[in-house]
C-alpha cells in the first residue's frame, strides 16, 4: 500500500505541469506552512500592537433559550486596514452587522459569543437549524447528553434514532491568513436561512449546524497565520495556551458534531482528509475512516462540478500521498482533536495561495479572482459534507454511540482488515492497550492541579478518592485523583496521559510533532494501573483542589524549591513586592520569617507549598531579573507567564540602539545574529556580556554562543524535524538538579568537546533517548545514537565573566512542556547574578 501511494503521489507530480498557472500547484513534499516548529529560531518575537483594535459599540445582548438565540453582537468600527478588503472578502468588522441582519430577517439562524480573541474580538459561533421551543432544545441536549453519558440507552431509543438533529461544526479561519473560510460559511449561511426550498427547510428539522466563521479574528485583519500573541491556534489543541482554542474546545464538546470542517487554504490543488498514516493509536478508526473517506470523495465530486480548472480534482491524503506527509497523528489539530469527541473531522484546504508573498506581489485582479474561486471551493464542500452528513444520519449518530460505548465498556482497539475502505491496508493500522486507571497521587502539588484542570477542562472524567485506597500494589492518600479509563472518552484520557511511541522507523518524515506526553512534560507524578479495576470512592472533580501553603513552622525561614513554573512566579511575585529572597547554591530560595504573610499570599494563589528552611547560609539576595529576549513568540508568553519583565529584541533592535543598562540576561534563540549587528551593536553587546548573563536555546542559540565566544563547546545539530519527548539524566548543577527525568526536543542540538569550567547540567539518554516522538538521523549522519549520553544543557561561566545556560532541548515549546518551565527559571536566575 506504501508503494500505490507513492506511485499515485509521483503521478501527481509529474501532471502537476499541466494544470493552469493560476493554480500554482502544490506536490506532495510541499505542502508544510510555516508553524510546524523549525520556523522558531528565524523570526524574533515582537509585542503585539494591542492599541490598533479600536472599542467596539454597542454590547452583546442574548434572547432566547430555545432557537433562535439571537444576540444583538456589538459592532466594531471599519477598519480599513484590515487584509481581507484587497481580496474582495468580507472584513471582521463587517460580520457582525452581517450577521445581525440574518437575526432579523430569519427564524433560523442564531448567533453567540463563544469568546474573545487575544485582542478582544468576539468570537462567533452561529447556529443555523428550524425553531425549537425551549422545551424541545432541552430534548435535544437530553439526547446529546445521553449518547456520551448512557450509550446503551442511546442506542436502544427509538424516538432518539429519528427526531435527534444531527450535529455539524464548521470551523473557519483558524489561521488568519487562510481567509476564504469565513467568506464561504457566511455564503452557506445566508444561503440556508433565507431560502425558501422545502427540502432545504426540512433538511434544517433534521440537523443543526454550527459555524465558528472566524477562529482567529486577530489575524484574519492582520493577515497573518498566527493570532495576535504569535501562536499558531492549530497546534494547540490539549495544551490550551490561547482564548481562540479555548474557545473552540468548549464548542467541540458542547455541540458534540458528528463531522466537522476545518477550512484553510493554500495547496495548489484542494486538499481534504483523510491523511495518511501514522493514524493516532487511540482513534477508534474503524468508524472514522467508513465515513471519513466517502465523504472527502463527495466533496472533491462537489468541487468538480465548479466548472474551474484548477478544481477538476481534490488532493485526499490517505489516497494520494506517501505515509507521513500529511499524517493524523498528533492530536494538536482541529479535526484530529475533535474526532475524540466523537466527531468525524476533516481539515479542507482551498487551493489558490492568496497570501504572504502573492498577497504583496500579484496583481488585486489575481487575487480576487483566486479569492472567488477559493470561496467557492469552501462553500462547495460545506454544501457536500452538510449533503453526507443528512443521507447518513442514523448510521453517523449509531457510530458515535458506538465509540463512547466502546470507552464506557473498555472495549478493546478495533481490528480492521485489510480493504475496510479503499486502499487501507497495513500502513494504516495503528492501535493501543488501553491502562486500566490513572492515579495522580495527593500532594504533588501545583502540576498535579494543573494536569486535573486540564483534563476536566477537555471533558475527560476524574474522580477524587474520598478515602485512602491500594491499587496496583501502592498505597495512595484520600484525595488522590483517579482516572478510570472506563470512560465515554477514553481516547483522549489516553493520548493526552500515555508515554507515547516512538515511529520513527514507521515513516519517513512527519508533518509536525509526534510527542507531547503530559504526564511526562507537565511536571506531575502519574501512575499507570495496567489491569486493575480502580475499586475506589470518589467524588467527580470539577475542579482540581489547591494545593498551595506554608508548612514551615511559625518564626523559621521559608525554602521553595524550584520545581515548576509555579514556583518561579512565587518568587518572581515576592520580588515585584519588595521582599527578600534569598538564592542557595542548589537553587533553592529561601525567604525570611518577616515575609510569612507574603509567602502566605503567593503559595494560595499560585498553588505553591513553602516548607522550613534548614540552618546555614541563605545565599546572596535575588532581584527580579530585566530580560531582554530575542525569542519566539510562545518563549515570550512563557516567560511572561512566569513572572519576569521581558524586553523584546532582534538584531534589527540592536542595530537601531538598545539600552542594555537596565537589562540582567540575554536570551536568544531566535532572530539575532552577532555576524548581522553592526559596529555599534557589537560594542554595546559586548559591554552588556562584561556584567550580565546568557541562555540560549538551538541552533540559533548555538551560532551565537560561538559567534561571541561565551563558553568552550560544539554544538552538533540533529535533523531539523526530529522532535519528541526524550529521556535525560540530570547533574548537580543550577539547572539539572531537581529537574524531571524526561524532555522535549524540536530540532535537537547537544554539546560536546566541553572546555574547562563547563557542567553539563543535563544529559541525553542512553542508547536511544527518544521515547515519544520521531528522530531519524540527519544528512550528517547526527541521530539518536550520536546523541545518547551528550550534553543536553550546559553551563559555565564566559572569559569576561558572563553566566551562560545553553539549552539544545525546547523546555518551553509552543507553552507545552510545563514541567521544564522551572528549569529556565532557574537558568535565568542564575545568569543574572
Given at each position: 500500500m506504501r508503494l500505490s501511494r507513492l506511485l499515485v503521489a509521483v503521478v501527481l507530480v509529474l501532471t502537476a505541469s499541466v494544470t493552469p498557472a493560476q493554480a500554482v500547484p502544490i506536490g506532495p513534499g510541499q505542502h508544510r506552512d510555516p508553524g510546524n516548529g523549525a520556523e522558531r529560531n528565524e523570526v524574533a518575537a515582537t509585542d503585539p500592537p494591542l492599541s490598533t483594535l479600536s472599542a467596539p459599540t454597542g454590547e452583546n445582548r442574548a434572547h432566547g433559550q430555545g432557537y433562535p438565540r439571537r444576540t444583538e453582537?456589538?459592532?466594531?468600527?471599519?477598519?480599513?486596514?484590515?487584509?481581507?478588503?484587497?481580496?474582495?472578502?468580507?472584513p471582521y468588522h463587517a460580520i457582525a452587522p452581517a450577521l445581525n441582519s440574518l437575526q432579523a430577517r430569519s427564524n433560523r439562524v442564531s448567533v453567540e459569543v463563544v469568546g474573545q480573541s487575544t485582542l478582544g474580538r468576539d468570537l462567533y459561533l452561529v447556529t443555523v437549524t428550524a425553531p425549537e421551543s425551549a422545551a424541545e432544545t432541552r430534548r435535544q441536549d437530553r439526547w446529546r447528553a445521553q449518547i456520551e453519558d448512557d450509550p446503551k440507552a442511546a442506542a436502544r431509543d427509538r424516538q432518539l434514532a429519528r427526531d435527534y438533529k444531527a450535529p455539524v461544526w464548521i470551523n473557519a479561519n483558524i489561521?488568519?491568513?487562510e481567509w476564504e473560510g469565513t467568506d464561504g460559511a457566511l455564503r452557506v449561511i445566508e444561503r440556508l436561512a433565507t431560502t425558501s426550498d422545502p427540502e432545504q427547510k426540512r433538511l434544517l428539522e433534521r440537523t443543526r449546524i454550527y459555524f465558528t466563521v472566524?477562529?482567529?479574528?486577530?489575524?484574519?485583519?492582520?493577515?497573518?497565520?498566527?493570532?495576535?500573541?504569535?501562536?499558531?491556534?492549530?497546534?494547540?489543541?490539549?495544551?490550551?495556551?490561547?482564548?481562540e482554542s479555548r474557545a473552540v474546545r468548549d464548542v467541540v464538546i458542547g455541540t458534540q458534531p458528528l463531522v466537522l470542517l476545518d477550512e484553510h487554504g493554500y495547496t495548489g490543488t484542494t486538499l481534504i482528509e483523510p491523511a495518511t498514516p501514522p493514524h493516532g493509536q487511540n482513534y477508534e478508526y474503524d468508524l472514522y475512516i467508513k465515513h471519513a473517506y466517502p465523504n472527502a470523495l463527495g466533496m472533491e465530486k462537489a468541487i468538480g462540478e465548479l466548472g474551474y480548472p484548477e478544481t477538476a480534482r481534490a488532493d485526499i491524503p490517505f489516497r494520494d500521498f506517501p505515509p507521513g506527509e500529511w499524517d493524523d497523528w498528533p492530536p494538536i489539530f482541529t479535526p484530529m482533536y475533535s474526532m475524540y469527541h466523537g466527531a468525524v473531522g476533516h481539515t479542507v484546504e482551498v487551493p489558490l495561495r492568496v497570501n504572504r508573498t502573492d498577497y504583496d506581489t500579484l496583481p488585486v485582479e489575481e487575487l480576487r479572482r483566486r479569492s472567488v474561486v477559493n470561496t467557492d471551493v469552501s462553500a462547495a464542500t460545506i454544501k457536500a459534507a452538510v449533503e453526507y452528513v443528512d443521507e447518513n444520519r442514523g448510521s453517523l449518530i449509531a457510530d458515535q454511540i458506538e465509540l463512547f460505548r466502546r470507552g464506557w465498556e473498555g472495549a478493546g482497539s478495533p481490528s480492521i482488515s485489510d480493504g475496510f475502505v479503499p486502499g487501507f491496508g497495513p500502513e494504516d493500522r495503528y492501535s493501543t492497550k488501553f491502562p486500566r486507571a490513572y492515579v495522580i497521587p495527593e500532594g504533588s502539588g501545583p502540576a498535579a492541579a494543573r494536569l486535573v484542570d486540564q483534563l476536566v477542562a477537555n471533558d475527560v472524567r476524574v474522580g477524587r478518592a474520598k478515602t485512602p485506597f491500594a491499587l496496583a500494589g501502592k498505597r495512595y492518600p484520600a484525595g488522590s485523583y483517579v482516572v478510570d479509563m472506563h470512560q465515554p472518552k477514553r481516547g483522549l484520557a489516553n493520548v493526552i496521559l500515555e508515554d507515547g511511541k516512538d515511529i520513527s522507523a514507521d515513516v519517513p518524515q512527519m508533518y509536525d510533532i509526534s510527542g507531547w506526553s503530559h504526564r511526562l512534560l507537565w511536571g506531575a507524578s502519574v501512575d499507570i494501573v495496567k489491569s486493575e479495576t480502580p475499586r475506589v470512592w470518589t467524588t467527580p472533580v470539577t475542579a482540581a483542589a489547591p494545593t498551595g501553603g506554608v508548612d514551615a513552622v511559625l518564626g523559621r525561614d521559608l525554602a521553595l524549591a524550584l520545581t515548576d513554573g509555579k514556583d518561579v512566579l512565587a518568587v518572581n511575585t515576592l520580588l515585584g513586592q519588595g521582599l527578600p529572597v534569598h538564592r542557595q547554591a542548589d537553587g533553592t530560595v529561601v525567604v525570611p520569617a518577616s515575609a510569612r504573610g507574603g509567602a502566605l499570599t503567593v503559595a494560595r494563589e499560585m498553588g505553591v507549598r513553602f516548607t522550613t528552611a534548614g540552618p546555614g547560609p541563605r545565599g546572596p539576595l535575588l532581584h527580579r531579573p530585566v530580560i531582554a529576549a530575542a525569542v519566539s513568540a510562545d518563549e515570550l508568553s512563557v516567560l511572561r507567564e512566569l513572572g519576569f519583565e521581558v524586553r523584546p529584541v532582534s538584531t534589527a533592535v540592536l542595530n537601531a540602539g538598545f539600552d542594555f543598562s537596565r537589562v540582567d540576561t540575554l536570551f536568544v534563540s531566535a532572530g539575532l545574529s552577532y555576524g548581522a549587528l553592526n559596529a555599534a551593536a557589537k560594542q554595546s553587546l559586548t559591554a552588556f556580556l562584561a556584567r550580565g548573563g546568557v541562555v540560549t536555546r538551538g541552533a540559533t542559540g548555538s551560532a551565537f554562543n560561538a559567534a561571541t565566544g561565551l563558553l568552550p563547546v560544539r554544538a552538533v545539530a540533529g535533523r531539523g524535524d526530529a522532535n519528541g519527548v526524550v529521556t535525560v539524566t540530570n547533574g548537580a548543577g543550577v539547572v539539572g538538579a531537581g529537574s524531571p527525568g524526561h524532555s522535549f526536543v524540536y530540532s535537537p542540538q547537544w554539546f560536546t568537546d566541553l572546555g574547562p569550567g563547563v557542567v553539563a547540567e543535563q544529559r541525553y539518554g542512553a542508547g536511544k533517548p527518544l521515547v515519544a516522538g520521531h528522530w531519524l538521523p540527519s544528512d550528517a549522519g547526527n541521530g539518536q545514537a550520536e546523541a545518547a549520553g551528550a550534553a543536553a544543557v550546559v553551563s559555565g561561566t564566559s572569559g569576561a565573566g558572563a553566566r551562560v545556560v545553553l539549552f539544545g532541548t525546547e523546555p518551553l515549546f509552543r507553552g507545552h512542556p510545563k514541567g521544564l518551565f522551572a528549569q529556565v527559571g532557574k537558568a535565568v536566575f542564575w545568569a543574572a547574578g
Open positions: 453582537l456589538r459592532v466594531y468600527p471599519e477598519n480599513p486596514a484590515d487584509k481581507a478588503i484587497k481580496l474582495g472578502l468580507v489561521h488568519g491568513d472566524t477562529n482567529n479574528p486577530d489575524g484574519r485583519v492582520a493577515g497573518t497565520r498566527a493570532n495576535g500573541a504569535g501562536f499558531d491556534v492549530n497546534r494547540d489543541h490539549i495544551t490550551s495556551t490561547q482564548p
